[in-house]
Every structure is written in structure tokens, then in C-alpha cells.
């Protein structure tokens, strides 16, 4: 649905986006990641038609980004930064403008539709300046989706939303990606991406890392079993032996070993702990969050050569 | 053209809702009319030759003073106005094209500035004619006529190329307004020149002041519709 092959920006001499090699497949929700100042943004307004790209070639929804910037517009929904609402406009003032100027064949039907969605249809005579954070979040999310895209570009979704507020846009993004639209998901929140997106791109001007949440967390650190002991029980780890355990580390009366088929390998592991008179209390898998992962692949992208 | 009035119907959506905006359009025209009738009344009884003359020439001036002015509030809120909301990134996201966009604003505050010009020049003419006993000699005569419906139009465009050049580069409506305001004197100087003398409105002077203004609307406007782009409004504007 999207695919950009060395899509690169410049402003000046600063390069906002370098070299973007991207696939994003129908009905994806793709969170795209990295600190402020990293070219998400400027991504998401070369994707979305409204910037040129200094070089690099983009196709969206098939079209191709350049020659046919007038189609992608109206293919794709973008929710920006701030929601961007006429103040002095209702809420269905609101949407029917955009609706009219996306070509919506029955902008006051498709109005109403989502203002009863985002369950704003009590208040939309109401001016959108009135309205609150998290209300002008859900009317703007509805304005970027009354064209029925099947390209959605969110940025920042949830950003300064309360967590009652988030909690909705959460969930109607859970719900878009039943209606198979492709959602291109920009987001600090860490835990949000984690919870929501098939795939995650780590981005810092140029690409760090692409692939699902947990298989990048795989990728980096494997998968590790923390065993807590009742006791130290020194010199464990040596008398141990296993061939498949990668590496073992103590901290305290807890060892953390890493391992590639845990399914497997941790009865056996527990046996052997058992055998060598180790008092086993629990087994768990360890969780890496996003969060750690992201902290850790920006810090190497940093990290001087 | 759809596209286009879909713009120009929310900016007047829009505008109705603003107070400044509004104060400007209600009172402004309705203040020239009162200062034209006050004027021509007080100078029915002036028994020297060509006063007269000079008069409803002061009169046509303040009428053509209107265009220039009303839609610098307009289009300077309209502009600003979107800036402040952050809303032009959503509007530029939609299949509407820079012209279009373009079209609609300028569009939506000279047609305003017209309807309310050529209504009040009416109102003038429909309460000082009966108060001076008549249409005056050399009053509302072809030059008069081309003047009131031919450089009204220029003004407001001239006008309001400025306002959205200024606005682009300026982040409070007021600011942008006055601004505006000080760059289109040079259009309207040679008006106040002109009215201040006692000769007739002649169709020369009148085609020069036009041909002038056709000329620097142009220039203005293409640099309008230059910085009226996409890449630029996302990339430039402040």
C-alpha cells in the first residue's frame, strides 16, 4: 500500500530524511518511531502529497507520489500534529467542509456517520472551539476519515490526550484495522505502538530498524527466563552444562538465561536446576518493553563509530 | 469551481463570526456614507464655481477608499485566522490545488468589499440626491461610473495580493492588517490627489489610475500566488 525506495529530503543543508526504504502492506497498522526532530513529520507530508521529495521515489494506494499528487490526496486521511479544527465553525460545519472539498457524495450522511461514531452527534451544533482536547482529537481523526481513505496517516494521536481520551482513539484505531485500512501510526507513546501496531519502524533521519515489536525485541536480545532462587546457591551457573543456554547471568538469588526455544529448553533447564539442588520458586519469561528496545537501538545510532 | 466555493462560503461562515471583522464591513461603509451626505448637504449652498464638483469628487474617493480597505480584515484573518488554528496543514491535505485554495480566499473578500462598496455608493446616492435638490452637473457622468464599477474591483484585488503577501510572512492578524494597510497607500494616493482638485472626473484620469493599478496588481498577485503554494505554506510561512 506504501512502498518508497530512497525517499530522501533536504532542507537546505540539513537532511531530514535520508535514504527511506519502506513497505507498508494493505491493512497494516505500521507505528513509525524515533525522537522530535527525527523527519516523521516530514515523512508523513512527502507520503501524504503535500511535500516534494528532494529525491527518492513513493508509491501510495498505487499512485505514484509526484505525478499523481492530486489522486493520493484524495486517497489518503491525515490527522496532524494538532487537530487543526475551525474554531468558530460546529462540529458539523467542520466536517461537511472537508466533506465538500474531499467530494464526499453525501457529505451530510457521511457527517452525521462519524459524528455518531465518535459519539459527538449530541454536540454538533456546538462551536469546535468549545470543545475539549480529546473531543477535538476524535472530531479531527473524523475529519481525516470521512473520505473513507485507505491510507490513514496519524500523528501523534494521542499526544496531551487524557488517559480516558487516549483509551477511545486507541480503541477506534483497533477498530480501523478490522475495516482493513492502512494505518501509518507516527507516536512517542512507547506502550501505545507495542499494544497496536503489526510493525514498527525506528527512524532517526534514516531508518534503524523495521519488523514486528516483539521480533525486533528478539532480534536484539533474545529470549531470556528469569529463574528466581530461594537462595544464592553459589557456582550454579557453571555446574549448570547445558549446550543451549547463550548466556547466564546472576543478580542475586536470580539468574537470567538466555535461551533460543524456551518452550523446550526450560523444563529441561528447571530439571537440572532441581537435580543440583536448587530451591526453584518462579519461572517467568523476561519482558523487554518497546521502550527499552528504542532507548537502546538509539543510543547505538548515536553511539560515534 | 466547486472546490472554490466551498472556500469562499466557510470564510464567510467564518467572518460572520468574527467581531472585528464584521465591525469593519458594518461600520466603515455606513460611516463613509454618513461623512458623504454630511458633506455634499453642508456644501449645497457654496456659490463658488467648481465647489461642487470638488465636493462629490471627495465623495467618490471615500467610495473608492472601501474597496481597498475592507478586505485587508479579511483577508488578513483568513490567512492568520488558519495559521493560529493550525488548520491550513489539514485544508492543504484535501484534493483542493493551490489556485483553487488561492481563488477561494482572495474571492471570498473582494466580493464583500464590492457588494458592500457599491451598496453604500448607492445608499449615498439615494439620500444626498433628494437632500442637494438633484444630481449636480458632471456627477455620475461615464467617467464617474467607470470609476466607482472599474477601479473598485483593481483596488480590491491590489489590496488584497498585499494583505495575503503580508499575511504570510506575519503571525498576528493585527499586525498583518496594519501593515497592509501602509502598503496600499501608494493605490490609493493618486485617489486623493485626484479628488482634492476641482477639474472633472475624466475617463483619462480614471484609465490612468487604472491602467496603474492593473499593472501592480499583477505584479502583486503573482508574487501572491508564488508564495500561495503548498511546498512554500508548509515549508516557509511562519
Not at chain 1, 555446574?239 to 548466556?247: D, E, M, Q, R, W
Amino acid at each position: 500500500m506504501i512502498k518508497t525506495q530512497g525517499l530522501t529530503r533536504r532542507f537546505g543543508d540539513l537532511v531530514a530524511v535520508n535514504d527511506l526504504n519502506l513497505e507498508v502492506e494493505k491493512g497494516e497498522i505500521f507505528g513509525f518511531l524515533g525522537p522530535n526532530g527525527a523527519g516523521k513529520t516530514t515523512t508523513i507530508r512527502m507520503l501524504a502529497a503535500l511535500i516534494a521529495p528532494s529525491s527518492g521515489e513513493a508509491t501510495i494506494a498505487g499512485l505514484h507520489l509526484g505525478r499523481e499528487n492530486r489522486a493520493i490526496r484524495e486517497h489518503v486521511g491525515v490527522l496532524t500534529e494538532t487537530p487543526g479544527l475551525y474554531k468558530r465553525l460546529s462540529a458539523i460545519d467542520n466536517l461537511l467542509f472537508f466533506a465538500k472539498l474531499y467530494g464526499v457524495p453525501e457529505p451530510r450522511k457521511q457527517a452525521e456517520r462519524y459524528l455518531q461514531l465518535f459519539e459527538l452527534w449530541d454536540r454538533r451544533d456546538d462551536l469546535a472551539g468549545s470543545f475539549s482536547k480529546g473531543m477535538r482529537q476524535k472530531l479531527a481523526i473524523a475529519r481525516a476519515m470521512l473520505h473513507e481513505p485507505q491510507v490513514l496517516f496519524l500523528d501523534e494521536p494521542t499526544a496531551s490526550l487524557d488517559p480516558e481520551a487516549a483509551k477511545v482513539v486507541r480503541n477506534l484505531i483497533e477498530t480501523l484495522r478490522s475495516e482493513e485500512r492502512t494505518i501509518f501510526l507516527c507516536t512517542h507513546n512507547l506502550d501505545e505502538a507495542d499494544r497496536l501496531c503489526d510493525r514498527v519502524a525506528l527512524f532517526n533521519t534514516r531508518l534503524v530498524a523495521v519488523g514486528g515489536p516483539q521480533e525486533l525485541k528478539e532480534r536484539l536480545y533474545g529470549r531470556r527466563t528469569v529463574i528466581h532462587l530461594a537462595d544464592p546457591h553459589p557456582g550454579l551457573e557453571d555446574a549448570l552444562k547445558l549446550s543451549f543456554i547463550k548466556k547466564i547471568e546472576r543478580v542475586d538469588n536470580t539468574l537470567i538465561v538466555s535461551l533460543s526455544d524456551p518452550e523446550e529448553e526450560n523444563p529441561i533447564l528447571v530439571k537440572r536446576l532441581v537435580e543440583l539442588g536448587a530451591k526453584v520458586q518462579f519461572v517467568n519469561e523476561l519482558r523487554v518493553s518497546l521502550e527499552d528496545l528504542y532507548l537502546d537501538l538509539m543510543e547505538e545510532d548515536h553511539a560515534p563509530n | 469551481m466547486h472546490r472554490i466555493n466551498v472556500i469562499l462560503l466557510k470564510e464567510w461562515r467564518e467572518s460572520l463570526r468574527n467581531k472585528m471583522i464584521l465591525f469593519g464591513a458594518i461600520f466603515l461603509p455606513l460611516f463613509m456614507v454618513g461623512a458623504a451626505v454630511v458633506m455634499v448637504y453642508q456644501g449645497r449652498g457654496i456659490d463658488v464655481p467648481g465647489a461642487q464638483i470638488a465636493l462629490f469628487n471627495m465623495a467618490l474617493m471615500y467610495f473608492l477608499i472601501l474597496p481597498a480597505v475592507i478586505p485587508l480584515a479579511i483577508a488578513a484573518y483568513s490567512i492568520i485566522g488558519e495559521k493560529e488554528q493550525g488548520s491550513l496543514e489539514p485544508l492543504l491535505a484535501t484534493p483542493i490545488s493551490d489556485l483553487e485554495l488561492f481563488l477561494g480566499k482572495a474571492l471570498a473578500s473582494v466580493i464583500p468589499a464590492l457588494i458592500l462598496t457599491w451598496g453604500s455608493f448607492g445608499l449615498f446616492l439615494g439620500v444626498s440626491i433628494p437632500l442637494v435638490g438633484g444630481i449636480p452637473p458632471h456627477v455620475l457622468t461615464p467617467p464617474w461610473i467607470a470609476a466607482i464599477f472599474g477601479l473598485a474591483p483593481l483596488l480590491s484585488l491590489f489590496s488584497v495580493g498585499v494583505t495575503m503577501l503580508v499575511s504570510s510572512r506575519a503571525t498576528d492578524a493585527r499586525a498583518a492588517y496594519q501593515v497592509s494597510s501602509l502598503a496600499i497607500l501608494p493605490g490609493i494616493v493618486p485617489l486623493i490627489v485626484y479628488s482634492s482638485r476641482k477639474t472633472l472626473v475624466s475617463l483619462f484620469l480614471v484609465g490612468l489610475e487604472g491602467a496603474v493599478l492593473i499593472v501592480a496588481s499583477i505584479i502583486v498577485l503573482y508574487f501572491a500566488i508564488k508564495v500561495f503554494r503548498r511546498e512554500q505554506i508548509l515549508t516557509r510561512w511562519k
